[in-house]
């Protein structure tokens, strides 16, 4: 069990993907660039089965998980972790019910 102490702990921010980028030495690894409003962050993730043109996530408001420690990847440093859930064949973002302004914590 968590408690409710640990749970604090965790950093969670809405940000925007600004980039997105399939990572040739990774078959299964995306590079994503998130505007947290005050910082960018790289956030790599291995969900490229599930988008061969990267491109569609550009614009997309997804929490993240920042203050996690850092990980290197393939050679690339990954500074957080998507919020997402997955059914039998696809990937699916938690999302904000509306836009928001990018780098607001999640409560």
Request: aromatic share 6%; net charge negative; hydrophobic share 40%.
């Amino acid at each position: 069990m968590v408690t409710f102490d640990d749970f604090t702990k965790l950093e969670i921010k809405v940000g925007t993907i600004i980039e997105a980028t399939k990572i040739p030495q990774g078959d299964r690894l995306l590079q994503l660039i998130f505007d947290f409003g005050d910082e960018k962050r790289q956030i790599m993730s291995a969900i490229a089965a599930f988008y061969p043109d990267p491109s569609v996530l550009v614009g997309k408001q997804i929490p993240v998980i920042t203050n996690l420690e850092t990980r290197t990847l393939k050679g690339h440093v990954s500074q957080g972790m998507i919020m997402a859930t997955d059914d039998e064949n696809s990937i699916v973002f938690l999302v904000p019910e509306k836009p928001v302004k990018n780098g607001v914590r999640v409560h």
